[in-house]
């Protein structure tokens, strides 16, 4: 079997996602990138907010609205699915055919390489360089843009880095996008972490931009499954169809949890964001310490991606696990097996005990 054809296999799974459902937990779990879980208690919720079945053929109006009043958008331009892992799939589905070309960034989040794959699409890639701070380079996005190419696929904030593209740079990636009769689709999951009000999206930057998002990351919302897709009314008429061969209607009393949610966001982003910034000042100090890693530090968000200066993170990551009950992503799910990803949304607790642990770990893979 060749490689081509290999990938055409894996591309029926994900192995990140696998590996995050078996194999991350850990006492110390620094392996999330989201803040940790709210629960229905800390959401108020009463049970004259819940219903079983409601009018949400092709979507839910309150949530709809609440979304387009969120973002600024036409209710036309908002497709709700199930979390931003459903939202990428549908939008897509919706985008590509079997065979286009699209150009996705490296290092990327794997579910989204296999999901182009699976969707037969011709993957293409662009680098994204630890030495140019995860930067996108448009001028590289030029280079690899070929005529048949359909659509540039970014994460914002990036995953694994944690980097945010400012949008000078994503107005560039649009307009050679327009050029040659691509879109963008821009994953902005981690984007909300900015807590701006109203908050940024490229979905203003023009109609070439397609955008997803849920509460997942930013506001420890995982189990709602409330994501949604912007886009341009065409094309989001067109995965409220698809959808009917997916999904078909949603589960209604997720829909009208997220309206309660929705409503609630300002007081659980503030509580979002002062751990975020508290995680982070643990995090920036336990580097301080170290000089067997490099890393870029952004400042805001709940990932950094650190590399290891000698060597892989294989055994670092194994024995970390083994040993000292703690996890983080190794670096090979993201085609960057010197680094590894260390998540900053658990408890306080959690992290500082967790980086007391890897700081040990590191010292005993490096004797
Ligand atoms: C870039 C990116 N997109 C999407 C997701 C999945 O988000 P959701 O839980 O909303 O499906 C993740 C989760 O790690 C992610 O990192």
């Known amino acids: 079997m060749n490689a081509a054809s290999d990938k055409k296999r894996e591309a029926r799974a994900s192995e990140y996602m ?22 229905l208690r800390e959401l108020q919720v009463s049970l004259d907010n819940l219903e079983i079945t409601g009018e949400s053929g092709y979507g839910y109006q309150p949530l709809i609205q609440a979304l387009s009043d969120r973002y600024q958008v036409d209710a036309a331009c ?49 680098q994204r360089r630890f030495e140019d701070g995860f930067r996108i380079s448009p001028a590289e996005i030029e280079r690899t843009l070929g005529p048949r190419t359909r659509l540039i696929v970014i994460t914002n904030f990036h995953n694994p880095s944690g980097v945010l593209t400012d949008d000078d740079t994503l107005k560039e ?8 009769n691509a879109r963008v689709l821009v994953d902005e999951v981690y984007l909300q972490m900015l807590f701006a009000e109203p908050p940024r999206t490229a979905f203003h930057l023009g109609n070439q931009f397609v955008v997803t998002s849920s509460l997942t990351k ?47 966001l300002s007081g659980i982003a503030e509580r979002a964001q002062t751990r975020l910034d508290s995680n982070r000042e643990t995090l920036n100090r336990f580097l301080d310490t170290r000089n067997d890693l490099e890393v870029i530090r952004p400042p805001f968000g709940s990932i950094m991606f650190p590399r290891v200066k000698q060597g892989t993170t294989e055994r670092l990551c194994n024995l970390l696990q083994e040993k000292y009950e703690t996890s983080v992503v190794p670096g090979s799910f993201f085609e960057m097996p010197a680094h590894f990803r ?23 893979v490096r004797l």
């Open 18 to 39: 696998h590996w995050a459902k078996t194999r991350s937990h850990a006492r110390f779990n620094l392996a999330t990138s989201g803040l940790a879980n709210l629960t």
């Open 78 to 126: 908002v497709v709700t699915a199930a979390g931003t892992s459903f939202a990428n799939h549908l939008a897509m589905a919706a985008l590509i055919n079997p065979s286009d070309e699209i150009l996705l960034e490296t290092p990327a989040y794997e579910p989204l390489l296999a999901l182009a794959h699976y969707l037969g699409a011709e993957v293409k890639r662009f």
């Open 173 to 180: 990636v649009g307009e050679l996008a327009t050029k040659r």
């Open 218 to 264: 930013a506001f420890g919302l995982s189990g709602l499954r409330c994501g949604w897709i912007l886009a341009e009314p065409e094309i989001a008429r067109r995965m409220w169809l698809l959808n009917d061969l997916f999904a078909a209607t949603p589960v209604h009393a997720g829909e009208r949890l997220s309206v309660v949610a929705l409503k609630q």
């Open 342 to 364: 260390v998540g900053l949304g658990g408890d306080s607790e959690t992290l500082a005990e967790g980086l007391d642990r890897l700081g040990e770990a590191l010292d005993e």
